[in-house]
């Protein structure tokens, strides 16, 4: 038998999901398993959103939508783009897609050959790294420092870029370090991208409402000049509690918005009718729940940083949005846990973690960011406070 296209060698599942399979797997055997490994609210999605789905699927709305997104949909995303980014697009520069995770997709096999190198600020959300992969292209990382907030250094930013360089990611509030944009720091961005014309941008904005310290500002509003190689991408899976609804979207110059829609078209044919109605009500319904659940978020930030300051050798730089906390574990390196595990690495550490404290999180490594673990904190209040104890008991009990 043949053998499977390279590419699928190339690809590899996201280490969040893996862990999260890992969590329920031990749960099944019956074990008490805290799981903080997957980026997903646990709240609930809005019941008007529920209904608008139900409601549309009774009036008959099932049949194939539009690749690009209903009419309905591209509008109410044009005025939240609007009234959230400061942009104006005309509806017909929305593009609509299987969650943020489609859009990225869309947008690197758009725009990325093989070899092509794609500067991506570290650490990041492990999507980026799947989709690079499997459209040939060259992850250049450009690591943060905890010491500088997780944000990204322009000379170094400069330095990176070479004739081949096709893409920036950026990402703020960043998945998984929680560190929020500047202007300051989006502007000195600009500046060198305006030197490199070759250059396009993702800035992929999906936790734009879930900012604690700082406000949110939007790189094409900071930089009206470059938004003909500005893709701005959001979606509804953080802000509504909507993951499963597998509903993003995204605005940026028709050319590039053109070929992405080529390549959704090349794979499905649109988003579920019903998803894209229940969208429509949470952008056009009440938007007061997005304060209120943004300060449940922070609440629970404050409440897994002030329990993890228990816990020896463990480092956290305070996230400033989105619902992660990033702790460095270098402090445990070098140390055997309760039961014999030597930790040589964050690994070593998450593993330890999910087999003697029976908490799952993520090792750094699948965030391009070694030497860390990544916690989400969008679980209950209760769970957290648990899970940080048995992290705490763990850290204290190593030799
Ligand atoms: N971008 C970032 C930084 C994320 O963390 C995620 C989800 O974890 C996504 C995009 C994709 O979100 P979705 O496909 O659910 O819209």
Known sequence: MSSFAARINRTRTAATFAMAA?????????????????????????????????????????????????????????????????????????????????????????????????????????????????????????????????????????????????????????NPSGAVADRAMLEAIATVLRRHRHVR???????????????????????????????????????????GWRLGFCTGPRDWLRAMTLVQGTSTAGVSTTSQAAAVAALEGPQDLLVERCQIYRRRRDLVLTALAAAPGLTCTKPEGAFYAFPSIRGLIGRTSRTGHALNDDDDVAEALLEEALVATVPGSAFAMPGHIRLSTAAADDALAEACTRIADFCNALH
Request: glycine share 8%.
């Open 201 to 243: 941008v993702i800035a992929d904005d999906i936790y734009e409402h879930l900012i604690f310290d700082g406000e949110y500002l939007a790189f094409a509003a900071v930089a009206p000049d470059l938004a003909d190689r500005i893709l701005t991408v959001s979606g509804v899976s953080k802000s509504y509690a909507m993951t």
């Open 22 to 174: 890992r969590a329920r797997a031990l749960r099944a055997e019956g074990k008490h398993i805290l799981s903080l490994a997957i980026g997903e609210p646990d709240l609930p999605t809005p019941d008007h959103v529920i209904e608008a789905a139900f409601g549309a699927a009774r009036a008959g709305d099932t049949k194939y939508p539009p690749i690009a997104g209903t009419e309905a949909l591209r509008a109410a995303i044009a005025r939240k783009f609007a009234r959230d980014q400061h942009l104006s697009p005309p509806p017909d520069e929305v593009l609509v897609g299987n969650g943020g995770k489609q859009i990225i997709f869309d947008a690197v096999m758009a725009v990325i050959e093989p070899g092509d190198e794609v500067l991506i600020p570290t650490p990041c959300w492990a999507g980026y790294l799947q989709v690079v992969d499997f459209a040939g292209g060259k992850p250049i990382f450009l690591p943060g420092s905890a010491n500088a907030g997780f944000r990204i250094d322009a000379a170094s930013l400069d330095a990176a870029i070479t004739p081949r360089t096709r893409l920036l990611l950026l990402n703020f509030p960043n």
